[in-house]
């Protein structure tokens, strides 16, 4: 008997923080009834990730060795490149998924093709300073959510949340605002679907995330200056539309 294609790929990218990565690998492997692949790119500067890879028993576990350019975004888009699937979602290695069902309901959801993504419901833990994530969803379900106000109230939150079809990546000239444009880009492709109930755990702000190792101040001029553009446009849309609701 031959083993089914995985129907869906999670590429989970790593920088050291093996005690978190693990947490993430056990939350996939306890998915049920759909065939995955799991890919770990790995930017680690030690052998710590690799190690702990070689001793899991997870089917479908790949390690690939990073893209080590220092951008953790073409690390994200290393794994995203190498998956098989048709169907996609990153995990960071400070997440995991609650639901054992979510990515088979994803997945579900995306034989709709009229269905460009499906957004999960989210759990994020402040850790080195109050999450605002419950506050930006709960606004942002007020005005129905629209693609348009995610540059100012990111109401998805992490990628976990976010599975989508294969064929998009993002964009290395980003860092600090990557998964929002992200995020945007694959809206424009179609509606979105979402499962409200508690997918998702993230750990919100804290100094293991990937990108913690990122200096804000190194970011590239057209990055701050672009989504400064679209923070001041998303928040007058956002009061507009808040306006209407209430009156």
């Known amino acids: 008997m031959t083993a089914r294609s995985p129907e869906l790929s999670c590429v989970v990218p790593a920088f050291g923080h093996p005690e978190l990565l693990s947490r993430c690998l056990v939350s996939l492997a306890a998915q049920r009834y759909l065939p995955l692949e799991i890919i770990v790119a790995d930017d ?16 479908k576990l790949r390690y690939l060795p990073g893209a080590r350019t220092g951008n953790p975004v073409d690390n994200w888009n290393l794994g995203l490149r190498t998956a098989t699937a048709p ?38 833990t402040g850790v080195n300073r109050p999450s605002r994530f419950a506050l930006a969803h709960a606004l942002a379900r007020v005005v129905g959510r ?16 976010f ?21 945007r880009r694959v809206l424009k492709t179609g509606r979105f679907a979402t499962l409200d ?13 990937i990108s ?29 539309a808040i306006r209407a609701r209430f009156g």
Do not use: K, M
């Open 44 to 59: 680690s500067p030690t052998s710590d990730v690799r190690d702990l890879i070689a001793g899991l028993a997870i089917p």
């Open 87 to 124: 169907v996609l979602v990153l995990v960071h290695h400070d997440e995991y998924l609650v639901d054992p069902l979510y990515l088979r309901r994803a997945h579900d959801l995306l034989t709709d093709p009229h269905i460009a993504a499906v957004v999960g419901g989210v759990q994020v």
């Open 146 to 161: 629209p693609a348009w106000i995610l540059p100012s109230l990111n109401w998805i939150g992490p990628t976990a949340a």
């Open 163 to 183: 599975v989508f079809r294969r064929g998009h990546t993002f964009d290395p000239r980003l860092v600090q605002y990557a998964d929002i444009a992200f995020y």
């Open 197 to 209: 109930r508690l997918c998702v755990g993230s750990l919100g702000h804290h100094d293991a995330q």
């Open 212 to 240: 913690a190792r990122i200096d804000p101040r190194t970011l590239a001029r057209r990055e701050i200056t672009g989504l400064a553009a679209g923070v001041e446009l998303a928040f007058h849309r956002t009061v507009l």
